[in-house]
C-alpha cells in the first residue's frame, strides 16, 4: 500500500488535510467519501529518512516510543507555561538525547517556518507519528486546546507500551520453554538415538514398537535434516509474505484471537487499546463516526478493524451506537450496557474510559496467571516426551538384560 496525502472539506465546510494508506488514488477517495470528506487533491508522499534515523546505517540511533512519550510530556509542560510552540521545540531540539528524535524536531521547525501547521508538519514523519497522533493534534489546534492534547497523547502512548510489554513478558517464558523442548528433540535424535542403534543391533532381537518408532524417526531426521531445514526456511518465509498481505494478515488476526490462552490476552489488549483511544477522541471533541475512523487505526488488528468500520457504515446509515456495536460482535454484554448507558446519558468518553481500565486490569490478571496456565501443558509435553524415552531406550535394554541372565 501507498502513503498519500490529501486535502478536502468535511461536511461543514472546512478545509481539512492528513495523510492515509491506500491501494491508489480512486480507493482513498472512495475511504473519503465514506467518512464525510470531499477530497479536493489527493498525491502520492513519500517519508523522509528522518523518521527512522539520521542515515541508512542499520545501526543508526531510532526514535522509540518511550522518546516520542517524553517528547509529549515536555510539551505539555512547555506549552501550559505558556512558551510557544517554536521556542518549545527549539528548546526540545537542543536538549534531547536522541539525535535521530532531534533531526525530526529539526523537521518540525523548518516546515513551521515554512507556514505549516504543526500537524501538517507531523504528518511528514509517519513512522514516528501515526496517523491517530496526527489528527488529535490537528483537533487540538481547532481548539486550542494543544497542550492537553499532548498530555492524553502521553497518557495514551504510555497505555499503549504497557500493554506490549506486558504481553511480551509474558509469552518470554512459555516461548523459551518451547524452544528449549524443539533443541532438545533435534539433539536427541541427531545425536542421543544413534548411540544406541548400534548396540541395539548387537542384541539381534526383536525390539519394541516405542523403540522402532523412536529409530525410525531418528533415521529420517539424519537423513533428511536439509530438507526439513529448508522446508522450515521456507514456511516462515511464506507465513511472513502470507501476513504481510492486505488478506492474509486479516485471516491471521482473526485467528490470533482464538489461540488458547493467548488468544484472550490478544483479544482483551485490543479492546482496552480500542476503549482509551475512543475514550480519548470523544473526549477531544470528535465526532462518534470521525472517532470510529481514528480508532480503527489504533487497534492493530485487520480483523476488529473491520469490525469497527462496519460499526462506522452503521452509524452513517442512522444506527444507534448500541445496534452497531452490537451487530460487530465483538463486544461482550458488559461492555454493550456500558455503551447503551453512554449513549443516553452523553457520558460515552467517561464510560468508554472505564471500559479501557477494566480490560487493562483483566490483561494484567491473564498475564499474571499466564504461567500458571501454560506449566501444566509444558510438564505433559515434557512428561510425554521422558515417557517416549523411556520406553525406547531403556525398556529393550531391560529385556535384554533379563535374556543375558536367563542364559547365563
Not at 13 to 24: H, K
Not at 362 to 368: G, H, L, P, T
Amino acid at each position: 500500500m501507498a502513503q498519500f496525502s490529501y486535502t478536502g472539506r468535511d461536511s461543514n465546510g472546512e478545509r481539512v488535510n492528513g495523510v492515509l494508506n491506500s491501494d491508489d488514488r480512486h480507493a482513498l477517495a472512495k475511504q473519503l467519501m465514506s467518512s464525510g470528506i470531499t477530497p479536493l487533491d489527493i498525491a502520492p508522499i513519500h517519508a523522509r529518512e528522518t523518521t527512522i534515523s539520521l542515515s541508512s546505517n542499520v545501526f543508526a540511533e531510532r526514535v522509540a516510543v518511550l522518546d516520542v512519550m517524553m517528547f509529549n510530556r515536555q510539551m505539555y509542560s512547555l506549552l501550559k507555561a505558556g512558551i510557544p510552540i517554536m521556542d518549545a521545540l527549539k528548546g526540545l531540539q537542543n536538549f534531547t538525547q536522541n539525535k535521530a528524535l532531534a533531526a525530526v524536531i529539526a523537521d518540525l521547525c523548518d516546515s513551521l517556518d515554512s507556514g505549516r501547521e504543526l500537524s501538517s508538519a507531523l504528518q511528514l514523519h509517519p513512522k514516528v507519528f501515526s496517523h491517530f497522533y496526527v489528527s488529535m493534534i490537528r483537533v487540538g489546534e481547532k481548539t486550542g486546546l494543544l497542550d492537553k492534547v499532548f498530555l492524553h497523547l502521553f497518557d495514551h502512548l504510555e497505555f499503549e507500551k504497557l500493554m506490549h510489554d506486558q504481553v511480551k513478558a509474558a509469552l518470554r517464558y512459555p516461548t523459551f520453554v518451547i524452544i528449549a523442548i524443539a533443541v532438545a528433540m533435534v539433539i536427541i535424535n541427531l545425536f542421543v538415538i544413534p548411540a544406541f542403534v548400534k548396540m541395539f543391533q548387537g542384541f539381534g532381537a526383536e525390539l519394541p514398537f516405542m523403540t522402532k518408532v523412536l529409530l525410525n524417526s531418528s533415521h529420517f531426521m539424519i537423513v533428511a535434516w536439509p530438507y526439513l531445514l529448508i522446508a522450515g526456511v521456507g514456511a516462515v518465509l511464506l507465513f511472513r509474505y502470507a501476513i504481510s498481505t492486505i488478506k492474509g494478515k486479516y485471516q491471521w488476526d482473526r485467528v490470533k484471537l482464538k489461540i488458547p490462552i493467548a488468544g484472550n490476552i490478544i483479544y482483551k489488549s485490543t479492546m482496552a487499546r480500542f476503549a482509551r483511544s475512543f475514550a480519548l477522541s470523544t473526549k477531544s471533541g470528535i465526532s462518534i463516526i470521525n472517532t470510529l475512523s481514528l480508532v480503527e487505526q489504533t487497534v492493530d488488528n485487520d480483523f476488529i478493524a473491520d469490525k469497527i468500520q462496519a460499526m462506522q457504515s452503521g452509524l452513517e446509515r442512522g444506527e444507534s451506537i448500541l445496534y452497531s456495536a452490537t451487530q460487530s460482535g465483538v463486544f461482550n454484554l458488559l461492555v454493550l450496557q456500558m455503551i447503551g448507558v453512554g449513549e443516553e446519558s452523553g457520558s460515552l468518553d467517561e464510560l468508554m474510559a472505564e471500559v479501557a481500565d477494566m480490560y487493562q486490569r483483566d490483561v494484567e490478571y491473564e498475564i499474571k496467571t499466564l504461567n500458571a496456565q501454560v506449566e501444566p501443558i509444558l510438564i505433559v509435553c515434557l512428561g510425554a516426551m521422558v515417557l517416549v524415552l523411556a520406553l525406547g531406550i531403556f525398556l529393550p535394554m531391560w529385556d535384554f538384560g533379563r535374556l543375558a541372565i536367563h542364559k547365563n
